[in-house]
């Protein structure tokens, strides 16, 4: 087997491993949005999922992933691809060795845990409107607290159905080891409030000790719907949540 070989038959074994590992924590405790997502995007255990075969997949959706080295992209980067609908994404595998915990965001974090909730038509639109917001804010103190909502919702979002606690945070999806740390109370959480999330801080580690679970999608909408009008104030003219929601629904 020459080097090519190996590379690529790590690669494809340490994508088996990865899926194996988390994909019974994944249908039982996520969202099931995922469960759709999942399937429409095709992902399984079987290969390692291409450039190319992702975004054929995601191309139904009007989406498609941007490669790029995603801890040194900026956040003002990071939304305006967003807005694009192009989803920011490291194409680096973990290694063999790193299997139970990898300090950088790999791959798949970002194809197992967030690509297939772009499937998840509430979820998307709420990713367009808070990277919509965030190229709208002019100040930092904003902008910092854009990038806090969408590290509570999108990396470690918790949200209840049927009084469950179900997770659509990619940070918790990808890892059936920090997903359990939720139900072992290991993790303290909290009734999701923007204000509480505005003072929380970001973890870049990847590891929080406290989620926020929204009631359901509609909090989620609602609380950013009244709290605009306060970080818009210095950026008038723009558009209100409700016109924004009705551009991105069309
Ligand atoms: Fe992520």
């Given at each position: 087997?020459?080097?090519?070989?190996?590379?690529?038959?790590?690669?494809?074994?340490?994508?088996?491993?990865?899926?194996n590992?988390?994909?019974?924590?994944?249908?039982?405790r996520?969202?099931k949005?995922?469960?759709?997502?999942i399937?429409?995007?095709?992902?399984?255990?079987?290969?390692?999922?291409?450039?190319?075969?992702?975004?054929?997949?995601l191309s139904?959706i009007?989406?498609?992933?941007h490669?790029?080295?995603?801890m040194?992209?900026?956040?003002r980067d990071?939304?305006a691809?967003?807005?694009?609908?192009?989803?920011?994404?490291?194409v680096?595998l973990?290694?063999?060795?790193?299997?139970?915990?990898?300090?950088?965001p790999?791959?798949?974090?970002?194809?197992?845990?967030?690509?297939?909730?772009?499937?998840?038509?509430?979820?998307?639109?709420?990713?367009?409107?808070?990277?919509?917001?965030?190229?709208?804010?002019?100040?930092?103190?904003?902008?910092?607290?854009?990038?806090?909502l969408?590290?509570?919702v999108?990396?470690?979002?918790?949200?209840y159905?049927?009084?469950?606690?179900?997770?659509?945070?990619?940070?918790?999806?990808?890892s059936a080891?920090?997903?359990?740390?939720?139900?072992?109370?290991?993790?303290?959480?909290?009734?999701?409030?923007?204000?509480?999330?505005?003072?929380?801080?970001?973890?870049?580690?990847?590891?929080?000790n406290?989620?926020?679970?929204?009631?359901?999608?509609a909090?989620?909408?609602?609380?950013?719907?009244?709290?605009?009008?306060?970080l818009?104030?210095?950026?008038?003219?723009?558009?209100?949540?409700?016109?924004?929601?009705?551009?991105?629904?069309?």
């Open positions: 087997m020459n080097n090519k070989d190996s590379h690529e038959s790590e690669i494809n074994l340490v994508w088996n491993l990865m899926f590992r988390n994909i019974d924590s994944a249908l039982k996520g969202h949005s995922f469960v759709k997502g399937e429409k995007l095709g992902l399984s255990n079987s290969f390692f999922p291409s450039v190319d075969f992702l975004n054929k997949q139904s009007g989406w498609c992933i490669p790029c080295e995603v040194t992209i900026s956040p990071w939304f691809l967003l807005i694009q609908k192009r989803f920011p994404v490291t680096k973990r290694s063999l060795s790193e299997l139970d915990y990898s300090v950088e790999d791959c798949f974090h970002d194809y197992f845990g967030h690509l297939p909730f772009l499937y998840d038509e509430n979820l998307e639109c709420l990713l367009l409107l808070i990277a919509r917001m965030y190229m709208s804010v002019p100040n930092k103190m904003s902008k910092d607290f854009i990038n806090r969408y590290f509570y999108f990396e470690f979002g918790l949200t159905v049927n009084d469950e606690i179900k997770v659509i945070g990619a940070g918790f999806m990808s080891n920090e997903t359990s740390r939720i139900y072992n109370d290991d993790i303290k959480l909290e009734n999701f409030s923007l204000e509480k999330v505005s003072s929380e801080m970001i973890h870049p580690d990847g590891v929080v406290k989620a926020y679970v929204a009631l359901d999608y909090q989620l909408f609602s609380e950013i719907e009244s709290i605009w009008p306060r818009r104030d210095e950026c008038k003219p723009v558009a209100t949540i409700a016109e924004i929601l009705k551009e991105l629904r069309k």
